[in-house]
């Protein structure tokens, strides 16, 4: 067999070509060894976030790009506009807090009247004192707050606006935010109404059935409250243009709770047992301590009550509020002392009524 041999061209091309093989695997090798160095650095987490955040840039350079430049001009109207848009907003925010204050009232009254009775009427006045309110919700919301605040220009009785259905001009009040929303007026002004209906179950405790004192609730709410406070409230009332001033709702409220109370208690008579051969005798609460705590609660919500019926977040709240506790502390002391020097010595439930008197006394103004 012969021997074959190359060429010299083909021998130098195949030289070359081995000289370039040899180079690029170098290559590769180098590029190898240099990503495994950074490989040990560098967590393979952070290599997936590289296409993540390029996604990222290009979406929001895109927002960027497609938005349109707008230019606001400062004025002195622009200005005055989101100082009054922000203190309405604050106003309404003082006011949602006092109701929801005024509103958790109603669980200072529900302990106050069972730590006062006889543990076997406990459930009985705990059931009235819850389901008054969800009646007295419904009836003003329905009725009541149209009568009493219904710009009919009626110096007697408030009409239109029926189930919360009108605007601010329908009752009377200026548009937001120069004016309270009317939601949240509502929401004050029905914890109000559930207060008065409460006044009733204290003195009316022991000695009514549920369905009558229920009647009885609605009617008031619905409609004697309203009309009551629809005279000295509304700015078309006649008590209002006689000049009559009450700010919290020491007459509209607690002296007309007081009134209905007295008319009840009148009615139903004293309870068994109060009377014995023709002379009063106590008839002591079961749980005095459920009675202070309630009175406490009570004074609490006292700071929505006087407070939140400025109608609005200024700097006369905190005054109000001071003028309020210096009012209930004012009635308890006054309380403690004149029963100390009555019986020669202090009665607790005394000083719960004589906070809660100077507590309602102060609310006039």
Partial sequence: MSKQTLNPTTASSLNNHSSNSIAIFSTV???????????????????????LTALI????????????????????????????????????????????????????????????????????????????????????????FSLMFGNSGNPFIGFGGWFLSGESETYGLNPFPEGLPVPVFFLFQVAFAGTAATIVSGAVAERIKLIDFLIFSIVLVAIAYPITGHWVWSSSGWLTGLGFKDFAGSTVVHSVGGWAALVGAYILGPRLGKFVDGRPGAIPGHNLSMATLGCLILWVGWFGFNPGSQLAADQACAYIAVTTCLGGAAGGITATFTSWFKDSKPDLSMVINGVLAGLVAVTAG
């Fill in 57 to 144: 840039v290009v979406v929001w350079n895109s927002a960027v790009v497609a938005q349109e430049k707008e230019v606001v001009e400062i004025t002195i109207d622009t200005v005055n506009t989101s100082v009054a848009t922000l203190q309405g907003t604050l106003n309404t925010i003082w006011i949602l807090i006092a109701s929801i204050l005024v509103i958790f009232m109603n669980a200072g009254f529900a302990m106050l009247e069972a730590g006062l009775c006889r543990q076997k009427n406990a459930v009985n006045i705990l059931t009235k004192n819850l389901i008054v309110f969800a009646l007295a919700t419904v009836a003003f919301w329905a009725i009541g």
């Fill in 29 to 51: 090798d180098e590029r190898v060894s240099v990503w495994g160095t950074i490989s040990r650095f560098v967590s393979p987490y952070w290599w997936a976030c590289i296409p």
